[in-house]
C-alpha cells in the first residue's frame, strides 16, 4: 500500500534491498578482515545502516554522528557537528554512512571531523545521491542511487519528522508541504 502523501515510488523495497545488497559486496571487498566501524549520520542514516550492517559480513561496531546546521546569522550555512556517545575511531578504518547526499556540506563536516579524531581510513557510502544539487566536492565511494531533485521520504528519510518507516523510496507529493 503506498502511503496518500506519496506522489510516486522511486525504488521499492525490493529494488533497495538488491541495491543494499551489492553495496555491501563492494564494501566488504575494500575493508581489512578485521572489521569496520560504521558511522551513521542522524537521524535519517539509521535504516540504510542497519540493512547495511546485517549484509556486510564483516565485524562491524557502530557509532553515530549528528549534522546541525549553525543559524545564528553570522556563519550562514555552516554545520555544527557532534559524536553521538562515544565514539572511538581513531585508528580505526571507518565507513561513513549517510542516506543522502544533497549540497554535500553536511558530509564534509562530518568527514572532517572524523578526520580529525585520527580515523586510520575513511570511506564514505551513501544511499542516494542528488548530483544535481552539489555544492561542495565531497569523496564519496559507494552510491546506491542517483535521484531526481525533487523532495524524497520514506527508507529513514523524513518530512517534518514522519514516513521514515516507510519502507521504499517515494516523492513526497507538494501538496503535503505547501499547503494546498
Ligand atoms: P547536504 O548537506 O548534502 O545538503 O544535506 C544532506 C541532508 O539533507 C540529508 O542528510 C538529509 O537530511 C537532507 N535532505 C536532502 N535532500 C532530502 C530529501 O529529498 N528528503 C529528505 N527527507 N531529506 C533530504
Ligand atoms: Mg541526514
Redesign the pocket.
Same mark, same amino acid.
Given at each position: 500500500m503506498v502511503n496518500a502523501d506519496v506522489e510516486r515510488i522511486l525504488f521499492t523495497e525490493e529494488q533497495i534491498r538488491e541495491r543494499v545488497r551489492e553495496l555491501a559486496r563492494e564494501i566488504r571487498a575494500v575493508f581489512d578482515p578485521d572489521g569496520v566501524y560504521a558511522v551513521g549520520?542522524l537521524t $535519517?542514516a539509521f535504516v540504510f545502516l542497519s540493512d547495511l550492517i546485517r549484509q556486510l559480513d564483516l565485524p562491524v561496531e557502530v557509532g553515530f554522528v549528528t549534522a546541525t546546521s549553525y543559524r545564528d546569522g553570522t556563519r550562514p550555512g555552516a554545520l555544527l557537528t557532534s559524536a553521538v556517545g562515544e565514539l572511538r575511531v581513531a585508528g580505526r578504518d571507518v565507513l561513513l554512512v549517510?542516506?543522502?547526499?544533497?549540497? $554535500?556540506?553536511?558530509?564534509e563536516a562530518v568527514q572532517a571531523r572524523l578526520r580529525e579524531a585520527g580515523a586510520r581510513s575513511l570511506r564514505t557510502a551513501v544511499l542516494l545521491d542528488?548530483a544535481e544539487?552539489r555544492e561542495v566536492d565531497v569523496p564519496v565511494d559507494f552510491r546506491g542511487f542517483e535521484v531526481p531533485n525533487?523532495?524524497?521520504?520514506g527508507y529513514g528519510?523524513?518530512?517534518a519528522g514522519r514516513y521514515r518507516g516507510l519502507p521504499y523510496v517515494g516523492v513526497l507529493r507538494r501538496s503535503v508541504y505547501e499547503g494546498v
Open positions: 549520520v $535519517g549517510e542516506d543522502i547526499l544533497d549540497t $554535500g556540506r553536511s558530509l542528488k544539487r525533487e523532495f524524497l521520504v528519510l523524513d518530512y
